[in-house]
């Protein structure tokens, strides 16, 4: 975990602070917003270019392992997220459907940082990643419709089309860029290396430009910052105990069980945030929801993998 990483958090929560503050100078916020979408498509294309989908094959070796944590990451957790939102953020449908954007997109990169802290098994939740990648592309646009479908917001033509120009055109830029470096390991590598901390740059210039075109809408209701956090706690309470009894279930071992709660609790807010930001551009409280997702995330997670290590070593101490 290099030192970006370790100050996740933190930066998005300067880059929200930062964007406010060049949001009072009015050509920065009549400007901003048209830097948002090339930043996170830079951002994409880097993260996909990080996605092991060599790896994909490895995923079902482990069938067990793999439709438990598909039929958690993809079947219950739409359901509970949509239930959660019925119940705190009804009242509001942007916020609702930010909340389940954020909600049913698995994490494809972070969760591998705390799975090796918490001790889990960092080669079978590397080779579920490339599989959650695709099944939330495929599947985010089905959700939105199945559960935000009567709200009014999403129009299918034009969340098609941002789709299509946030997700998939990076994508297959990026598995061009794999394809050309097939034969040259150590140049990937040190591509790679290069660029592994552009994501995190690209997406905290994304939110800055974000805030400082919208930071008002932010401070005029300061209140969806509570609305959000109880659904979010609940979430990772919740699913955190349903994956560790799942896991015992299906007599997982103790590192196996340890990935099943990581892939399952962590989510994609950067995808989900791409998609929200230009398939909504009129909805931007749904973008803000994508926002403070995050915020709570990382510390929850943070401490999720202490909880993790404790109950893992009593485990070991009374076997």
Do not use: H
């Amino acid at each position: 975990m290099n030192l970006l990483e370790k100050l996740y958090t933190l930066i998005i929560f300067l880059a929200v602070i930062i964007g406010i503050g060049l949001g009072q100078a009015e050509m920065i916020r009549i400007n901003a917003e048209s830097f948002i979408v090339p930043l996170l498509i830079g951002m994409l294309y880097i993260t996909f270019l990080q996605i092991p989908f060599e790896e994909i094959k490895k995923a079902f070796k482990n069938i067990k392992f793999t439709y438990t944590s598909g039929l958690i990451n993809f079947v219950w957790t739409p359901l509970f997220a949509w239930l959660l939102s019925l119940l705190f953020l009804g009242d509001n449908a942007a916020l609702s459907i930010g909340f389940i954007m954020l909600m049913v997109t698995p994490c494809t990169d972070w969760y591998l940082i705390f799975t090796g802290i918490a001790k889990g098994n960092v080669a079978l939740s590397t080779a579920i990643l490339p599989l959650n990648l695709i099944l939330q592309v495929i599947l985010l646009p089905i959700f939105l419709l199945i559960f935000g479908g009567t709200t009014g917001i999403i129009e299918l033509s034009f969340l098609v089309e941002s789709i299509f120009v946030v997700l998939f055109i990076p994508f297959v830029l990026a598995f061009l860029t794999k394809m050309v470096l097939r034969n040259k390991e150590q140049l990937r590598e040190n591509l790679l290396e290069k660029l592994s901390i552009f994501p995190i740059l690209f997406l905290s210039f994304a939110i800055v430009a974000m805030f400082a075109s919208q930071g008002q809408l932010l401070l005029e209701n300061l209140e969806i910052m509570w609305q959000m956090t109880i659904p979010i706690l609940l979430f990772f309470i919740i699913n955190f105990i349903v994956s560790q009894k799942v896991g015992q279930w299906m007599k997982f071992p103790t590192a196996d069980t340890t990935s099943l709660s990581l892939t399952t609790l962590a989510r994609n807010s950067p995808i989900a945030l791409a998609i929200a930001m230009t398939a909504f551009p009129d909805q931007p409280l749904i973008a803000l929801a994508l926002v403070i997702g995050p915020l709570l995330e990382l510390p929850i997670l943070a401490m999720i993998t202490q909880v993790l290590l404790f109950m893992n070593k009593n485990k070991r101490m009374y076997m």
